[in-house]
T-cell receptor
Framework: SQQGEEDPQALSIQEGENATMNCSYKTSINNLQWYRQNSGRGLVHLILIRSNEREKHSGRLRVTLDTSKKSSSLLITASRAADTASYFCATGMIKAAGNKLTFGGGTRVLVKP | DGGITQSPKYLFRKEGQNVTLSCEQNLNHDAMYWYRQDPGQGLRLIYYSQIVNDFQKGDIAEGYSVSREKKESFPLTVTSAQKNPTAFYLC????????????FGQGTRLTVV
Protein backbone atom coordinates (compact mmCIF):
# COMPACT_ATOMS: atom_id res chain seq x y z
CA SER A 1 0.00 0.00 0.00
CA GLN A 2 1.14 3.57 -0.64
CA GLN A 3 2.33 5.48 2.40
CA GLY A 4 2.06 8.88 0.73
CA GLU A 5 -0.81 10.07 -1.39
CA GLU A 6 -0.46 13.18 -3.55
CA ASP A 7 -3.22 15.59 -4.40
CA PRO A 8 -4.12 16.60 -7.04
CA GLN A 9 -3.23 13.73 -9.36
CA ALA A 10 -2.78 16.19 -12.22
CA LEU A 11 -2.28 19.93 -12.47
CA SER A 12 -2.21 22.22 -15.50
CA ILE A 13 -1.04 25.82 -15.16
CA GLN A 14 0.31 28.69 -17.25
CA GLU A 15 3.96 29.62 -17.18
CA GLY A 16 4.62 32.11 -14.41
CA GLU A 17 1.87 30.80 -12.14
CA ASN A 18 2.53 28.97 -8.89
CA ALA A 19 1.93 25.22 -8.57
CA THR A 20 0.93 23.66 -5.27
CA MET A 21 0.62 19.97 -4.55
CA ASN A 22 -0.07 18.12 -1.34
CA CYS A 23 0.99 14.85 0.19
CA SER A 24 -0.71 12.94 3.00
CA TYR A 25 0.75 9.96 4.80
CA LYS A 26 -0.42 7.45 7.35
CA THR A 27 2.29 6.54 9.86
CA SER A 28 5.01 8.30 11.80
CA ILE A 29 7.99 9.31 9.74
CA ASN A 30 11.59 10.42 10.19
CA ASN A 31 11.58 12.64 7.11
CA LEU A 32 9.61 13.49 4.01
CA GLN A 33 11.19 14.02 0.62
CA TRP A 34 10.03 15.37 -2.72
CA TYR A 35 11.27 14.05 -6.05
CA ARG A 36 10.75 14.98 -9.67
CA GLN A 37 10.49 12.60 -12.62
CA ASN A 38 10.60 13.54 -16.27
CA SER A 39 8.76 11.13 -18.53
CA GLY A 40 10.46 7.76 -18.80
CA ARG A 41 13.41 8.77 -16.65
CA GLY A 42 14.69 8.18 -13.14
CA LEU A 43 13.75 10.36 -10.20
CA VAL A 44 15.70 13.39 -9.08
CA HIS A 45 15.74 14.48 -5.46
CA LEU A 46 14.39 18.00 -4.83
CA ILE A 47 14.20 18.59 -1.10
CA LEU A 48 14.15 16.75 2.23
CA ILE A 49 12.36 17.97 5.34
CA ARG A 50 12.91 16.34 8.71
CA SER A 51 10.07 15.47 11.04
CA ASN A 52 11.08 18.25 13.44
CA GLU A 53 11.07 20.92 10.71
CA ARG A 54 8.01 22.84 9.55
CA GLU A 55 9.17 24.64 6.43
CA LYS A 56 12.07 24.51 4.01
CA HIS A 57 13.07 26.46 0.92
CA SER A 58 15.26 25.64 -2.05
CA GLY A 59 15.32 28.12 -4.91
CA ARG A 60 11.76 28.35 -6.27
CA LEU A 61 10.61 25.45 -4.10
CA ARG A 62 8.93 25.71 -0.73
CA VAL A 63 7.99 22.67 1.31
CA THR A 64 5.90 22.59 4.46
CA LEU A 65 5.34 19.72 6.86
CA ASP A 66 2.55 19.35 9.39
CA THR A 67 3.15 16.18 11.39
CA SER A 68 -0.04 16.63 13.40
CA LYS A 69 -2.04 16.38 10.18
CA LYS A 70 0.40 13.96 8.56
CA SER A 71 0.64 16.15 5.49
CA SER A 72 3.12 18.10 3.41
CA SER A 73 2.90 20.56 0.56
CA LEU A 74 5.24 21.48 -2.27
CA LEU A 75 4.98 24.92 -3.82
CA ILE A 76 6.76 25.77 -7.06
CA THR A 77 6.78 29.52 -7.60
CA ALA A 78 6.94 31.29 -10.96
CA SER A 79 6.67 28.03 -12.88
CA ARG A 80 8.45 27.43 -16.16
CA ALA A 81 7.70 25.07 -19.04
CA ALA A 82 10.74 23.07 -17.94
CA ASP A 83 8.97 22.31 -14.64
CA THR A 84 6.62 19.99 -16.53
CA ALA A 85 7.12 16.64 -14.84
CA SER A 86 5.66 14.29 -12.25
CA TYR A 87 6.33 15.10 -8.62
CA PHE A 88 6.40 12.48 -5.89
CA CYS A 89 6.56 12.65 -2.14
CA ALA A 90 8.39 9.92 -0.27
CA THR A 91 8.39 9.15 3.42
CA GLY A 92 11.43 7.86 5.22
CA MET A 93 11.01 5.53 8.14
CA ILE A 94 13.66 3.81 10.16
CA LYS A 95 12.66 0.23 10.81
CA ALA A 96 14.53 -2.52 12.52
CA ALA A 97 15.41 -3.85 9.09
CA GLY A 98 16.73 -0.58 7.74
CA ASN A 99 15.80 2.73 6.20
CA LYS A 100 12.58 2.24 4.21
CA LEU A 101 11.68 4.88 1.65
CA THR A 102 8.08 4.72 0.42
CA PHE A 103 6.61 6.77 -2.43
CA GLY A 104 3.17 8.12 -3.21
CA GLY A 105 1.31 8.05 -6.52
CA GLY A 106 2.56 11.42 -7.77
CA THR A 107 1.19 14.64 -9.19
CA ARG A 108 1.59 15.21 -12.93
CA VAL A 109 2.26 18.87 -13.59
CA LEU A 110 1.90 20.48 -17.01
CA VAL A 111 3.20 24.04 -17.39
CA LYS A 112 1.92 25.62 -20.57
CA PRO A 113 4.11 28.29 -22.23
CA ASP B 1 31.64 10.10 -12.62
CA GLY B 2 29.84 8.82 -9.53
CA GLY B 3 26.38 7.48 -10.03
CA ILE B 4 24.00 4.59 -10.24
CA THR B 5 23.71 2.56 -13.43
CA GLN B 6 20.93 0.28 -14.51
CA SER B 7 21.15 -2.11 -17.42
CA PRO B 8 19.75 -2.89 -19.83
CA LYS B 9 17.55 0.09 -20.62
CA TYR B 10 15.02 -2.10 -22.42
CA LEU B 11 14.43 -5.81 -21.79
CA PHE B 12 12.06 -8.25 -23.40
CA ARG B 13 11.08 -11.46 -21.72
CA LYS B 14 9.17 -14.45 -22.92
CA GLU B 15 6.51 -15.81 -20.63
CA GLY B 16 7.92 -18.37 -18.23
CA GLN B 17 11.46 -16.99 -18.30
CA ASN B 18 13.45 -15.51 -15.45
CA VAL B 19 15.32 -12.29 -16.19
CA THR B 20 17.83 -10.34 -14.15
CA LEU B 21 18.07 -6.56 -14.05
CA SER B 22 21.41 -5.07 -13.15
CA CYS B 23 21.98 -2.18 -10.74
CA GLU B 24 25.46 -0.90 -9.92
CA GLN B 25 26.51 2.14 -7.89
CA ASN B 26 29.91 3.69 -7.24
CA LEU B 27 28.70 6.16 -4.63
CA ASN B 28 29.80 3.96 -1.71
CA HIS B 29 26.21 3.91 -0.50
CA ASP B 30 25.11 1.31 2.02
CA ALA B 31 21.39 1.23 1.18
CA MET B 32 19.91 0.13 -2.13
CA TYR B 33 16.32 -0.15 -3.31
CA TRP B 34 14.24 -1.62 -6.14
CA TYR B 35 10.96 -0.06 -7.19
CA ARG B 36 8.36 -0.94 -9.77
CA GLN B 37 6.43 1.75 -11.63
CA ASP B 38 3.38 1.05 -13.78
CA PRO B 39 2.19 3.59 -16.39
CA GLY B 40 0.87 6.76 -14.80
CA GLN B 41 1.41 5.36 -11.32
CA GLY B 42 3.71 5.91 -8.39
CA LEU B 43 6.62 3.76 -7.24
CA ARG B 44 6.07 0.57 -5.29
CA LEU B 45 8.88 -0.90 -3.21
CA ILE B 46 9.96 -4.41 -4.17
CA TYR B 47 13.06 -5.02 -2.03
CA TYR B 48 15.54 -2.95 -0.10
CA SER B 49 18.92 -3.61 1.41
CA GLN B 50 20.60 -1.72 4.22
CA ILE B 51 23.91 -3.54 4.11
CA VAL B 52 25.81 -6.22 2.23
CA ASN B 53 24.40 -9.73 2.60
CA ASP B 54 21.14 -8.45 4.00
CA PHE B 55 17.90 -7.41 2.30
CA GLN B 56 14.25 -7.02 3.20
CA LYS B 57 10.99 -7.48 1.33
CA GLY B 58 9.12 -4.37 0.37
CA ASP B 59 5.43 -4.08 -0.38
CA ILE B 60 5.33 -6.20 -3.57
CA ALA B 61 8.13 -8.76 -3.28
CA GLU B 62 6.21 -11.78 -4.59
CA GLY B 63 7.67 -13.07 -7.84
CA TYR B 64 10.95 -11.21 -7.37
CA SER B 65 14.30 -12.08 -5.83
CA VAL B 66 17.45 -10.10 -5.06
CA SER B 67 20.98 -10.59 -3.80
CA ARG B 68 23.47 -8.22 -2.16
CA GLU B 69 26.83 -9.94 -2.31
CA LYS B 70 28.74 -6.72 -2.97
CA LYS B 71 28.14 -3.22 -1.67
CA GLU B 72 28.00 -1.74 -5.15
CA SER B 73 25.64 -4.27 -6.73
CA PHE B 74 21.97 -5.13 -6.13
CA PRO B 75 20.58 -7.25 -8.99
CA LEU B 76 16.88 -7.97 -9.27
CA THR B 77 15.55 -11.20 -10.75
CA VAL B 78 12.03 -11.21 -12.10
CA THR B 79 10.92 -14.81 -11.90
CA SER B 80 8.26 -16.69 -13.81
CA ALA B 81 6.13 -16.51 -10.66
CA GLN B 82 5.59 -12.79 -11.30
CA LYS B 83 2.37 -12.88 -13.31
CA ASN B 84 2.39 -9.33 -14.59
CA PRO B 85 6.02 -8.25 -14.91
CA THR B 86 5.66 -5.64 -17.65
CA ALA B 87 6.65 -2.38 -15.96
CA PHE B 88 9.36 0.23 -15.50
CA TYR B 89 11.90 -0.82 -12.84
CA LEU B 90 13.91 1.74 -10.90
CA CYS B 91 16.91 1.13 -8.69
CA UNK B 92 18.06 3.64 -6.09
CA UNK B 93 20.73 4.00 -3.44
CA UNK B 94 21.31 6.17 -0.41
CA UNK B 95 24.02 6.60 2.17
CA UNK B 96 21.75 4.62 4.43
CA UNK B 97 21.77 6.78 7.49
CA UNK B 98 18.82 8.72 8.80
CA UNK B 99 17.53 11.57 6.68
CA UNK B 100 19.42 11.11 3.44
CA UNK B 101 18.28 11.44 -0.14
CA UNK B 102 18.08 8.61 -2.66
CA UNK B 103 19.84 8.63 -6.00
CA PHE B 104 18.09 6.88 -8.87
CA GLY B 105 19.22 5.07 -11.97
CA GLN B 106 17.58 5.74 -15.32
CA GLY B 107 15.41 2.64 -15.15
CA THR B 108 14.85 -0.58 -17.07
CA ARG B 109 11.68 -1.03 -19.07
CA LEU B 110 10.69 -4.71 -19.02
CA THR B 111 8.16 -6.04 -21.52
CA VAL B 112 6.78 -9.56 -21.66
CA VAL B 113 6.34 -10.79 -25.22
Amino acid sequence: SQQGEEDPQALSIQEGENATMNCSYKTSINNLQWYRQNSGRGLVHLILIRSNEREKHSGRLRVTLDTSKKSSSLLITASRAADTASYFCATGMIKAAGNKLTFGGGTRVLVKP
Amino acid sequence: DGGITQSPKYLFRKEGQNVTLSCEQNLNHDAMYWYRQDPGQGLRLIYYSQIVNDFQKGDIAEGYSVSREKKESFPLTVTSAQKNPTAFYLCASSIGFLNTEAFFGQGTRLTVV
